[in-house]
């Protein structure tokens, strides 16, 4: 195999001020062992960073973007992680190319992608964890009982001009998307500059109504 080119290496400002604060409250959710996959992890810097504290755990980085599975690559071989797998092509919207996995992150991609993509994202989660496994989203949202907040009305505008198929989601949508699936919505942290955590757990069954049941 061709060793990464340490030259592909992609850095996101964004990534640096809130990996830490992701990973305070996301590492303690996460299982003793087994295979995290992260669905759309762009350049690679979460995953990295949460592979070195996380050693027990085996990490499965995805992104449909060559360029980023490349700087995904470069950082893992940067950082001479061995709990770091290669990267995966995979467009949340579309076929999966991994089995059952322990949890799943998915960062930053819900306002960025077309709709489709959350219904992908929430239909493979729920076909692929375990019982009480967790999906872990992170990002802005709309909330019909809270002021959103200026910067975010303003950020929702800008995405929406790139692409109209962008835009922040209703929490609401998402959480009944998610519950279709198996998924219920456990916690629901704040986190810096008006991002959401969002803890998501499969159920055992879902009832013909799609209702998770407990």
């Known amino acids: 195999m061709t060793a990464p080119d340490l030259d592909a290496r992609r850095s996101a400002p964004a990534t640096l001020k809130n990996r830490g604060p992701i990973g305070d409250l996301l590492l303690p959710l996460l299982p003793r062992s087994g295979t995290v996959l992260e669905i759309a992890s762009g350049t690679g810097e979460h995953v990295v960073h949460f592979a070195r504290r996380a050693p027990h755990l085996v990490f499965q980085p995805s992104d449909p973007s060559p360029a980023a599975r490349a700087s995904i690559a470069a950082w893992t071989a940067a950082e001479g992680l061995a709990n770091v797998r290669d990267p995966v092509a995979l467009d949340a919207a579309g076929e999966w190319p991994v089995g059952k996995v322990d949890a799943i992150i998915c960062i930053n991609m ?95 069954t879902v009832s013909p109504r799609g209702v998770p049941v407990p």
């Open 110 to 204: 819900i306002h960025i992608s077309p709709w489709d993509a959350t219904v992908g994202l929430m239909r493979g989660a729920g076909t692929r964890l375990p019982a009480d496994g967790i999906l872990f989203t992170y990002g802005a949202h709309l909330r019909d009982d809270v002021e959103t907040a200026p910067s975010n009305v303003a950020f929702d505008a800008d995405l929406r001009r790139q692409d109209p198929r962008f835009g922040l989601r209703h929490l609401a949508e998402v959480a009944a998307e998610a519950a279709k699936n198996g998924l219920v919505l456990a916690r629901v942290e704040e986190m810096p500059a008006n991002n959401l955590s969002l803890v998501f757990r499969k159920v055992a």
